[in-house]
């Protein structure tokens, strides 16, 4: 697995899970069959930054820096003006199609951006499929998409 989309993997579980300790990383991504080692998710941790945080149930918990949370926005925006070719939605899913090498980094901002109301997105070179929770969500998020590709 390329190290980029394992960041992607990891910055999702950071989502779902409360991961307290670099063994906690390899056990969740060993059930989801990737395989790594404790060594190779201690460089990932320099690598993306991530710190610890209070955790809701006591301890503490890796994240990701704040200060990247809060710019996904504007890193969203400029991305998306340039690389956007056409985005549909039709039900849960949103296709976006990009210009070719750019559906990689778009996908995982549009993670970042709408962890809470997508269900799982799926990208190769220039298409990102993503499948909201709800039909209302995938029609926000399309929405969204659209204005700020649009913005040029």
């Given at each position: 697995m ?50 610890k ?28 003006k340039?690389?956007?070719?056409f985005?549909d ?12 090498g ?51």
């Amino acid at each position: 697995m390329r190290k980029q989309e394992r960041h992607r993997i990891i910055t999702q579980l950071l989502n779902e899970y409360d991961v307290k300790k670099q063994e906690d990383f390899v056990e969740i991504l060993s059930q989801q069959g990737v395989t790594v080692t404790q060594a190779t998710i201690s460089r990932d941790i320099k690598e993306m930054k991530l710190i610890k945080v209070p955790a809701q149930n006591g301890g503490y918990r890796y994240s990701v820096p704040r200060k990247e949370q809060e710019d996904v926005n504007g890193k969203l925006a400029d991305l998306l003006k340039e690389a956007v070719v056409f985005v549909d939605q039709m039900e849960k899913f949103i296709t976006v199609k990009t210009l070719p090498g750019n559906a990689s980094a778009c996908a995982n901002l549009l993670e970042k951006q709408f962890t809470k109301i997508l269900f799982t997105t799926l990208n190769d070179d220039d298409s990102i499929l993503m499948i909201a929770r709800t039909e209302e969500d995938a029609k926000h998020i399309q929405q969204d998409i659209a204005q700020k590709s649009q913005n040029k």
